[in-house]
């Protein structure tokens, strides 16, 4: 059986493989029209590339309205969702992710991947933060500003999963 990226074909026994597609289902978000007073200044955080810092995002330098909610193509990010900085120029470098620890939104240069499991989640960020080198030598997209991670590539990407007892020690 073939690795994903910076893996080696052996796992420890009990261990499996798992494409991120397949344990995770993954959404964007968007930016509401800056010129429309009535979408920001709530309390629901929006989080852009410049806001997933640290292992945990609480929330961000902007917020939004339940309006902004109502009338454009956000979707809440629950507790313990993983997101990933798709689309940065840190990303010649670096792939910021980082678990949030309240409901969030996010804009168009984030993806927000949610297995429905904290515990599972916060391995997804865990690995996915360690073998970062490895995603973006396989994944980045070059641009003439910024770079980008191919989100088919990633979703391909395989986790490596340990068994539940080794999961809960």
């Not at 420890?12 to 509401?32: N, S």
């Not at 902007?62 to 993983?82: D, F, H, I, Q, Y």
Request: hydrophobic fraction near 40%; charge should be negative; include cysteine.
């Amino acid at each position: 059986e073939e690795g994903g990226a910076g893996m080696s074909d052996e796992l420890p026994e009990g261990w499996a493989r798992a494409r991120i597609g397949d344990v995770f289902d993954c959404w964007g978000g968007m930016t509401p029209s800056t010129s429309e007073a009535k979408f920001w200044g709530g309390s629901m955080p929006w989080i852009s590339s410049k806001d997933v810092k640290g292992p945990v995002v609480a929330g961000g330098t902007e917020c939004v309205t339940e309006r902004a909610l109502a009338e454009n193509r956000l979707r809440k990010c629950p507790v313990g969702s993983v997101l990933v900085v798709v689309r940065s120029g840190v990303l010649v470098h670096t792939l910021p992710v980082a678990v949030t620890s309240r409901e969030v939104v996010v804009n168009q240069d984030v993806k927000a991947l949610d297995s429905g499991n904290p515990e599972v989640n916060a391995w997804a960020a865990l690995y996915l933060r360690a073998t970062q080198r490895q995603i973006l030598e396989a994944n980045r997209k070059d641009g003439t500003t910024v770079q980008s991670i191919r989100m088919p590539e990633l979703l391909d990407h395989e986790l490596a999963v340990a068994p539940l007892a080794e999961q809960h020690r």
